[in-house]
């Protein structure tokens, strides 16, 4: 396995979660001080199950998806929609997903999006960059294995 890297495999490995990622100014965020109602708003009108949720100074804080939102204002009985507008987003956001920095590689971003459709990639300061989806790392590998597709059926 380890003997030769060739060039696809460098190529491979020389992949970072900084070459791959949407940057911050083109992902979907909410702020943590918003009411449940916006950030449901924002995740209904862009089609995204969950979003990045940043604080004033655009520091990532968490995530924030369609699912936690409609579980929190879920009552005994019946969907207590009034609770949209009482809730902030940081009551009820994810804070457990892992992150990822500019600098990991490939491997580093592979292992971390396995229970994520998306992980958000963060500076040393905790400052959002912006996000590494699943769907990203899917179609590098899958050009890596059609492009090397050949060896995979070379016997020693
Ligand atoms: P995709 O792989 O494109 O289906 O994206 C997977 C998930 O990543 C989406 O459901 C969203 O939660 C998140 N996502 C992808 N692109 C964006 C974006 N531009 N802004 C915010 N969230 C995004």
């Keep these: 396995m380890n003997k030769m890297k060739n060039a696809e495999s460098m190529q491979?490995?020389?992949?970072?979660?900084?070459?791959?990622?949407?940057?911050?100014?083109k992902v979907a965020h909410?702020?943590?001080?918003n009411p449940l109602e916006h950030a449901l708003l924002v995740l209904v009108k862009s089609g995204?199950?969950?979003?990045?949720v940043l604080d004033v100074s655009y520091k990532y804080k968490?995530?924030?998806g369609k699912t936690i939102i409609l579980n929190s204002v879920l009552g005994l009985e019946r969907f207590e929609m009034e609770r949209l507008s009482n809730t902030k987003v940081h009551e009820v956001m994810n804070t457990q997903t892992p992150c990822l920095k500019k600098s990991d590689d490939i491997l580093t971003c592979l292992k971390t999006v396995i229970d994520y459709p998306f992980v958000c990639?963060?500076?040393e300061e905790?400052?959002?960059?912006?996000?590494?989806?699943?769907?990203?790392?899917?179609k590098q590998l899958n050009n890596y294995f059609h492009l090397n597709?050949?060896?995979?059926?070379?016997?020693?």
């Design 48 to 52: 995204y199950s969950a979003v990045p």
């Design 149 to 156: 597709k050949n060896q995979l059926y070379q016997v020693e």
């Design 62 to 64: 968490g995530t924030i």
């Design 126 to 138: 905790g400052y959002f960059d912006g996000i590494l989806t699943r769907r990203t790392i899917l």
């Design 12 to 25: 491979l490995i020389d992949i970072t979660a900084e070459t791959m990622m949407i940057p911050s100014e």
């Design 30 to 33: 909410v702020q943590v001080g």
């Design 121 to 123: 990639v963060v500076d």
